[in-house]
């Protein structure tokens, strides 16, 4: 399970040739495997799917929960610190400081971020991957879904050091088990949902895509 900072909390089944996403707050599933990677992507509320392959879905822009959050400002890492605990090899980014972004400045609320920290303040994030042989497609879809860089590893945990040295999670995982196994039928949709284009709206619920359709229709 994981938790992100601004499109909610994520079920997430990985291994080294397949990957299975749940979105619970979107209520959406993706998935995707080996040797093709071609992504499925399918609702249960209106019993409906859609395909598209790999490369297309990483530089298509579908998905939009995902940009208020500080993960979408990190870019190149600065350092990379390699490290070991228990079973697990790790990759640990370093970025170079972003800012604190704020409302829009109407009211004296609006000028601070969810940490109290006034705009612009910098911010010194790190992200935490494991380094455990999975497939780059893996690594590459997921960061997708959150916003994250091009980057070797699983992401499991980012977060912020605050200007106070305290620091604010962006990314927080959740390991529920390490055993289990993929089987066909929990990589596809059921076979009587109805086939369409993937578009935006095949990441909202109805209530949201309406609410979507009602702000950027707004002149």
Known sequence: ??????????DVWVSHDAIRVYSRSNQFYIAARAPLWQLEVWRSDRRQFAQMPFEQFMKADLLSSNRISYLADLKTPNRTDKQIRGRDKLLIYHFPPIESVSGSGLFISDRKDGNDLDVGEKLRPQLICFDNNFAIQVSQILGKI???P???GFPVSAFAVLPNNKTSGLLNCTNLSRNFEFNSASLRAPDNFKKKTLDKKMFFTTNQAEILDEMTSIK
């Open 1 to 10: 399970m994981q938790e992100t900072e601004s499109s909610g909390i994520y």
């Open 150 to 152: 091009r980057l070797r």
């Open 146 to 148: 959150y916003n994250l």
